[in-house]
């Protein structure tokens, strides 16, 4: 998946012609690549997942990828674990978000249950990914009843569904909604624009979609303007600017402050 956009790459590099766009697209698809291959991670939008894991006897378990958006189904041996609804009953809970852009794997507690000693005897089924759910929002009242969505925390990257206030799903089209539908489609520039039917202005609306964090995508970005300009230096070192004034440029794989926000989004854990 790509982690920025052609737009807002040429607007960090300052390119206002299409001479170099195969190249910077080319980029764009090399560095988000090798972003997540660091990261040790398949995807950071919302995906499902289901882990096989082996039992070793205890009542804690932390989950592969994160941040977790919700557990389908944890089943041990032939046996289902039910989400534990309060303080005291038996169950699983989930350990919520840290606060941080990043997050930190969440872990699994288990009460009353044990993850019982076995080969790949465990199997989890859950959603994870960096999402926005329910943004509350209103159709415009006067056409094209299209919006934006707000984004706080990164830019726009993948449609998860459109419902009304009472929890009735929309349906995502391709052209022309009509009532109960709508259309996304990206700006290019870190934003999707949601348009609705004029049957539904002025209806409350919830939105969810997954986002690529802020600084994550700013670190993609100076990786990709490194690369960028590499082309014009390439093995270089140093370079003579006239007189005794010379320029020096590092040739690390990862430069140091990519590789400080990269490592915070990183899998360290040996799972």
Same mark, same amino acid.
């Given at each position: 998946?790509?982690?920025?956009?052609?737009?807002?790459?040429?607007?960090?590099?300052?390119?206002?012609?299409t001479t170099?766009?195969?190249?910077?697209?080319?980029?764009?698809?090399?560095?988000?690549?090798?972003?997540?291959?660091?990261?040790?991670?398949?995807?950071?939008?919302?995906?499902?997942?289901?882990?096989?894991?082996?039992g070793?006897?205890?009542?804690?378990l932390?989950?592969?990828?994160w941040?977790?958006?919700?557990?389908?189904?944890?089943?041990?041996?032939?046996?289902?674990?039910?989400?534990?609804? *309060?303080? =005291? $009953?038996? %169950?699983?809970?989930? !350990?919520?978000w840290?606060?941080? @852009?990043?997050?930190?794997?969440?872990? +699994?507690?288990?009460?009353?249950?044990?993850?019982?000693?076995?080969?790949?005897?465990?199997?989890?089924?859950?959603?994870?990914?960096?999402?926005?759910?329910?943004?509350?929002?209103?159709?415009?009242s006067?056409?094209?009843?299209?919006?934006?969505?707000?984004a706080?925390?990164?830019?726009?990257?993948?449609?998860?569904?459109?419902?009304?206030?009472?929890?009735?799903?929309?349906?995502?089209?391709?052209s022309?909604?009509?009532?109960?539908q709508? *259309?996304? =489609? $990206?700006? %290019?520039?870190?934003? !999707?624009?949601?348009?609705?039917? @004029?049957?539904?202005?002025?209806?409350? +609306?919830?939105i969810?979609?997954?986002?690529?964090?802020?600084?994550?995508?700013?670190?993609?970005?100076?990786?990709?303007?490194?690369?960028?300009?590499?082309?014009?230096r390439?093995?270089?070192?140093?370079r003579?600017?006239g007189?005794?004034?010379?320029?020096?440029y590092?040739?690390?794989?990862?430069p140091?402050?990519?590789q400080?926000?990269?490592?915070?989004?990183?899998?360290?854990?040996?799972?």
């Amino acid at each position: 998946m790509a982690l920025t956009t052609l737009n807002t790459v040429k607007a960090w590099l300052n390119v206002n012609t299409t001479t170099d766009d195969l190249l910077l697209t080319r980029l764009i698809t090399q560095i988000s690549g090798a972003t997540l291959n660091y990261l040790a991670r398949p995807a950071i939008t919302q995906e499902t997942y289901t882990e096989l894991r082996d039992g070793v006897g205890n009542n804690r378990l932390v989950l592969r990828n994160w941040p977790v958006i919700s557990i389908t189904s944890l089943t041990v041996g032939s046996q289902t674990i039910p989400q534990a609804t *309060t303080l =005291t $009953s038996s %169950g699983y809970t989930l !350990a919520t978000w840290d606060g941080t @852009s990043a997050g930190l794997p969440q872990e +699994i507690t288990l009460r009353g249950y044990q993850f019982c000693r076995g080969r790949s005897n465990i199997q989890i089924v859950y959603q994870a990914g960096y999402v926005i759910q329910n943004e509350p929002q209103t159709v415009p009242s006067t056409t094209p009843y299209s919006l934006n969505v707000d984004a706080p925390y990164g830019s726009w990257a993948q449609d998860e569904g459109v419902t009304y206030t009472n929890g009735t799903p929309l349906t995502a089209v391709t052209s022309s909604p009509t009532v109960g539908q709508y *259309t996304v =489609t $990206s700006d %290019g520039a870190g934003n !999707a624009i949601y348009t609705f039917s @004029s049957s539904d202005s002025g209806e409350g +609306i919830l939105i969810s979609y997954s986002f690529t964090p802020a600084d994550l995508e700013q670190a993609v970005l100076e990786w990709i303007g490194e690369r960028y300009k590499y082309k014009d230096r390439i093995g270089q070192t140093t370079r003579g600017l006239g007189g005794s004034e010379t320029a020096g440029y590092s040739l690390k794989g990862i430069p140091d402050y990519i590789q400080v926000v990269f490592d915070s989004y990183r899998k360290f854990l040996p799972l």
